[in-house]
């Protein structure tokens, strides 16, 4: 049976965290955030970079060393994110709620949680946790090399690809040594974030890696029979259309389902029982976050993205990207700036 919290299991996600929230841009594409709940009522949070001051009453994001709230508060209320989010409880407990209703979280616990996917958490515990927060475009630059490997790696890529819409949240349970040398990357991320205006990528993807690895271990413990696996021809036509979209061609089904040896009718149920979405859908999503990334990563124009990417032209891009987005590119790009400009210490 689940408390009143399960009652809003399948509703809006509520409070929805943007990339410039937690200040995450391609030149600071993971961000760590240490948060500790003490015996009394007050919150203390330690951040290698200030959170971007944008308050809302249910929306705690914001400049702070010390903040009093209610011991017993839901905080935040049920949100999603624009990115992953990976939680370690590192001392306490705290009590996590998803669309699989209500689950206590202790040392030792790491949360996967997805983009899109509505969440909360109550604190009536002392409690200390490092959150992980991280840009899901940075995850595809070595997407060939990485997608080979077992396990965590292909539940990332999974989601960072296929971005479905009723995802869950993934939560594995760490020893005391895993647990330390998590530890031990969070910190090192933090100390690069203080000590650098603009930090060491490659640093900060060596100690992303290695946490990746350690909480891999208790991924293949805990789901050795239910590894992501996807059919070969599907993930195929996968890297087909990635190449398609950064080729500027348009999406041809029937290519397709030819190099995947399959007919055009079991290729299009297949491709939809693995990724969620028919391929039209799936190339339209990806091909909007390749011009994302190449809006906020390049100084080439709006014109040659447009152009670039197989659009008939800067309108009609102008168009569909504001469909998609919500903002003209050009809006987007300055967004980005902004962002890259308010969140150097």
């Known amino acids: 049976m689940f408390s009143r919290e399960s009652e809003n299991l399948g509703r809006a996600p509520g409070q929805l965290y943007t990339l410039d929230m937690v200040s995450l841009s391609s030149h600071s594409p993971i961000i760590v955030c240490t948060k500790s709940f003490g015996a009394g009522d007050g919150i203390s949070i330690r951040r290698a970079r200030p959170l971007t001051n944008r308050v809302t009453e249910d929306n705690c994001i914001r400049d702070f060393a010390q903040v009093s709230v209610p011991r017993t508060a839901i905080w935040p209320s049920w949100h999603a994110h624009e990115f992953h989010e990976i939680l370690l409880v590192r001392n306490g407990q705290t009590t996590h709620w998803d669309k699989n209703g209500e689950r206590l979280l202790r040392r030792g616990d790491f949360a996967f949680i997805p983009p899109r996917a509505s969440h909360s958490l109550r604190y009536d515990y002392d409690v200390t946790y490092s959150d992980v927060y991280l840009l899901p475009q940075w995850l595809m630059a070595d997407l060939k090399l990485l997608w080979h490997e077992k396990g965590l790696v292909r539940h990332l890529?999974?989601?960072?690809?296929?971005?479905?819409?009723?995802?869950?949240?993934?939560?594995?349970?760490?020893?005391?040594?895993?647990?330390?040398?998590?530890?031990t990357e969070i910190e090192d991320m933090n100390q690069e974030y203080r000590e650098r205006k603009h930090p060491?990528?490659?640093?900060?993807?060596?100690?992303?890696?290695?946490?990746?690895?350690?909480?891999?271990?208790?991924?293949?413990?805990?789901?050795?029979s239910a590894d992501?696996?996807?059919?070969?021809?599907?993930?195929?036509?996968?890297?087909?259309?990635?190449?398609?979209?950064?080729?500027?061609?348009?999406?041809?089904?029937?290519?397709?389902?030819?190099?995947?040896?399959?007919?055009?009718?079991?290729?299009?149920?297949?491709?939809?029982?693995?990724?969620?979405?028919?391929a039209a859908q799936y190339y339209?999503?990806?091909?909007?976050?390749?011009?994302?990334?190449?809006?906020?990563?390049?100084?080439?124009s709006v014109s040659e993205i447009a152009l670039d990417l197989g659009f008939y032209g800067p309108a009609h891009f102008t168009k569909q990207f504001k469909e998609f987005a919500g903002v003209t590119p050009s809006d987007y790009?300055?967004?980005?700036?902004?962002?890259?400009?308010?969140?150097s210490p």
């Open 157 to 183: 890529l999974s989601h960072t690809l296929f971005e479905p819409e009723h995802a869950g949240v993934l939560v594995l349970r760490l020893t005391d040594k895993e647990v330390e040398r998590c530890e």
């Open 200 to 224: 060491n990528l490659a640093m900060l993807m060596g100690c992303f890696m290695k946490m990746l690895s350690i909480m891999n271990q208790a991924y293949l413990r805990d789901h050795v």
């Open 228 to 278: 992501l696996s996807i059919c070969g021809r599907i993930w195929k036509a996968v890297q087909l259309i990635e190449e398609a979209i950064e080729a500027g061609e348009e999406l041809s089904l029937e290519k397709l389902a030819r190099e995947a040896a399959m007919s055009r009718r079991n290729f299009t149920r297949g491709f939809r029982r693995v990724t969620g979405r028919s």
């Open 284 to 300: 339209r999503l990806r091909r909007f976050r390749l011009a994302q990334s190449l809006l906020m990563d390049t100084d080439r």
């Open 333 to 343: 790009r300055v967004r980005q700036a902004h962002l890259l400009e308010n969140s």
